[in-house]
């Protein structure tokens, strides 16, 4: 089975709140929706970001629009203002989401 990185399939968009950060993932096809609701999980995302990520991960599903939101606690290393971290912001954790592998279907992106 191929594996796919989710940046082939969906793009994504952050933000950050003090030391959590929210990660939207949307698919460019809606019918990809159900897919990644099987495959990307919170318990993935947290394993995909463990070194970042240090508290949980919970995943809101939006169907009506066909996007998802993991919110992730401890994540930006005490927040912007107060970290000496260099670059510790969400907009680099949504890169880092897309970077994920997860397993197509088959037939789909063969």
């Known amino acids: 089975m191929r594996k796919v990185k989710l940046y082939e ?15 939207s993932l949307i698919p460019y096809q809606e019918e990809d929706y159900e897919w990644l609701q099987r495959e990307v999980t919170s318990e993935r995302v947290k394993k995909h970001l463990c070194e970042i ?5 919970v995943r809101y599903e939006l169907p009506l629009i066909k996007a998802f ?10 927040g912007v ?11 680099s954790l949504s890169s880092a989401l897309l970077e994920m592998e997860i397993e197509a279907p088959a037939g789909r992106l063969e």
């Open 9 to 23: 399939i969906a793009h994504s968009r952050a933000g950050d709140k003090g030391d959590s950060v929210n990660l």
């Open 81 to 91: 203002t107060t970290s000496l971290a260099l670059d510790p912001h969400g907009k």
């Open 53 to 57: 990520v240090n508290g949980q991960v």
């Open 69 to 78: 939101n993991f919110v992730c606690t401890e994540s930006l290393a005490g």
